[in-house]
């Protein structure tokens, strides 16, 4: 690749299903989350070996493709001597588990290191052996043994830039009165809103449906999103219907099933290229081709991605129902169904309603039928058309004909 008229670059490492993303500008660099630990890294690497007797779940201890030494090995092939900063979205092990090893490697007194402070959740009590805590304090102690510049993101307004890189962290609020039990670590990601020129980019580490919906008005329309928490159908209808990304990128090694909601979806709408981590090389055979390249010229506004392999496609020989958050998409030879439809479902047939992106309606509907428009109800709970019977709906009688047709 020929660099002399290319200033700044993001690259999304191929780890595994764990995100690190790489910035590059004008010669500078930061990082965005680490990738897992890694069993065989270097003996002198502090804090690296957490809780492997724990077995730990949604590890890549032995494999060097999904875990901190992809990330290495892409950072030394690109020569990179120092990060200007590290962004620690949250202590899940497979976006900070590879910390202390950046930081023995890449990180001195001027690098900034951004977290968000640690706080419960329901992960420290029902699931055990994920030890989050001990992932946080290996992630803040390597950086601290470094000097590195630590920032504590939390209830703070943070911005900053890197070359022409405007970077705002997003989610960085706590609310002290919110219950351990609805909280888990996904819900303290850090999404971290990128600028170029009239480009936007966002990256959402594993954000939940309800940050979105705090963020998504602030933010807009975007052109790139970093799908969140590796395209396991975190990302809601209502978030996705006011970004409307141009381009998404999946840091995974797989499409998840029921990630095809969201796919359809967005293709259906919005024209989207959508781009998989899963479907490009591999870091041990081909350091070079190891990463999604997103490129901004030097001259003019434009950007262009490279080595992105295969874009994702609808899988045309997907049938059946499909859950997306809490809505339900129908799945008919890879298309998503619309408009009213006779469909089978676990209690045999019926008629279900889908508006004009695929998202199933319930409640009252009025619908265009031969004679003029006509009122029809969809039982809340599993969305059916309510036929042949009279119910109470919210204290009042409502009788309705074989067809579905409210008698008024």
């Given amino acids: 690749m ?66 901190v030494k992809a990330v290495i090995n892409y950072l030394n092939y690109l020569k990179v001597d120092k990060l200007d900063f ?18 023995y ?53 943070i911005a900053f830039d890197l070359g022409e890189f405007h970077i705002e962290l997003l989610n960085t609020d706590l609310d002290p ?53 590796h395209g396991y159908s975190e990302s809601s209808y209502e978030f996705l219907k006011v970004v409307q990304p141009k381009y998404v990128i999946i840091l995974n090694d797989i499409i998840p099933h029921y990630s095809y909601s969201i796919i359809n979806y967005l293709k259906d709408n919005y024209n989207t290229k959508i781009y998989l981590t899963g479907n490009i090389s591999k870091s041990s055979q081909s350091i070079e081709n190891s990463a999604i390249k997103l490129i901004f010229k030097k001259d003019g506004t434009e950007y262009e991605f490279i080595n992105t392999g295969n874009e994702v496609e609808l899988d045309k020989s997907l049938s059946g129902w499909l859950r997306w958050c809490d ?36 409640g009252w509907q009025e619908l265009e039928r031969i004679g003029g428009k006509k009122n029809f109800y969809f039982e809340l709970n599993n969305g059916y058309m309510i036929r042949s019977c009279s119910i109470n709906i919210e204290g009042k009688n409502y009788t309705f004909d074989k067809d579905g047709c409210l008698i008024e």
């Fill in 2 to 67: 020929n660099r002399e008229n290319i200033r700044h670059i993001i690259h999304f490492i191929r780890c595994g299903s764990s995100d690190s993303i790489l910035l590059e500008a004008c010669g500078h660099y930061g990082l965005i989350d680490s990738s897992n630990p890694y069993k065989y890294i270097e003996k002198e690497v502090e804090h690296v070996q957490i809780d492997i007797l724990n077995e730990e779940i949604d590890q890549s201890l032995d494999d060097p493709d999904k875990s």
């Fill in 86 to 103: 590290i962004i620690g979205t949250h202590s899940h092990s497979d976006h900070i588990g590879g910390i202390p090893a950046i930081a």
């Fill in 105 to 157: 490697y890449f990180v001195d007194n001027k690098t900034k290191y951004y977290y968000k402070g640690y706080r419960e959740t329901i992960e420290d009590t029902v699931r055990k052996n994920w030890a989050n805590y001990k992932y946080y304090l290996a992630a803040i102690n390597s950086m601290k043994t470094k000097s590195a510049q630590m920032i504590d993101t939390t209830n703070k307004k």
């Fill in 177 to 229: 009165n919110e219950k351990i039990l609805k909280l888990t670590e996904n819900k303290n990601s850090i999404a971290t809103l990128i600028q170029f020129r009239n480009t936007k980019i966002l990256l959402t580490a594993d954000m939940t449906v309800e940050i979105e919906q705090k963020i998504k008005d602030f933010i807009g329309k975007i052109d790139i999103l970093k799908l969140s928490h």
């Fill in 327 to 362: 809505k339900w998409t129908y799945i008919g030879s890879g298309k998503t169904v619309k408009e009213l439809k006779f469909l089978n479902w676990s209690k045999g047939q019926d008629w279900f309603y889908f508006n004009k992106d695929g998202i199933m309606l319930t």
